[in-house]
């Protein structure tokens, strides 16, 4: 069975520091990667898919960036985190059509 | 972006009713989803739906795609309390690849 994993669970950083957040997929081969920033319990905003290792699509323009080194592999990043940037992070998968997407547990960020 | 309007936002229900939920948009969808989020974690995939008309179970729980395309539904009978948390609606766009756009949520409350 297919697994997804995220780390850190919980992450406080202070302003104009470097974030990385990392997000694995066990059990699947070339699936497709999503990050999603989710504010206060609601709604879902898409920031990254990655459909393949090094392509990588990104919905949001802001201080955030993905790289996808591996094929099960997803990474968020920023060099400078703004205050803005405080949420609950979170990766899914899907094997492509049908696009059932399934999701991990989250990272919650606050930026202080 | 598409827009998804979910409703209603919140609801209070007596354990034992019966719940209708339900999420529409602008543009004809070729897939919806259904997700429920406890707090803390990420949302789980409850139900998924390929066809206009396509009616789908998956125990207490009955999701319905709209014949329109631009609509779905969601039932769940005989409320008990695990049913608390807030449900997602998910819908893919025809012909745009593997994005998904979010509703807002529904936040369920059962009173025992």
């Known amino acids: 069975s297919q697994t997804i994993h995220q780390w850190p669970a919980t992450l406080v950083q202070p302003v104009g520091s470097p974030l990385s957040l990392e997000c694995t997929v066990e059990g699947t081969s070339n699936p497709n990667l999503y990050w999603y920033r989710q504010a206060a319990g609601r709604g879902l905003q898409l920031l990254f898919y990655?459909?393949?290792?090094?392509?990588i699509s990104s919905e949001v323009p802001q201080n955030l960036s993905a790289s996808r080194p591996q094929d099960r592999q997803f990474i968020l990043s920023s060099k400078k985190l703004l205050l803005s940037d405080s949420g609950f992070y979170l990766c899914a998968w899907d094997r492509g059509n049908p696009y059932e997407q399934y999701f991990g547990p989250g990272t919650r960020l606050t930026v202080t | 972006g598409q827009q998804l309007n979910q409703s209603p936002q919140s609801m209070f229900i007596q354990e034992g009713e019966d719940v209708s939920m339900n999420c529409t948009s602008s543009?004809?969808?070729?897939?919806w989803l259904w997700y429920k989020q406890d707090p803390g974690e990420g949302p789980v995939l409850l139900i998924a739906?390929?066809?206009?008309?396509e009616l789908t179970s998956n125990g207490r729980l009955t999701a319905q795609f709209g014949i329109t395309r631009k609509d779905s539904f969601l039932n769940i009978s005989a409320s008990i309390p695990s049913d608390v948390g807030i449900y997602f609606c998910a819908g893919q766009v025809t012909n745009t690849g593997n994005q998904f756009y979010f509703g807002t949520g529904t936040s369920l409350t059962v009173i025992p």
């Open positions: 739906l390929y066809k206009a008309g």
């Open positions: 990655s459909v393949g290792i090094g392509q």
């Open positions: 543009s004809i969808f070729n897939t």
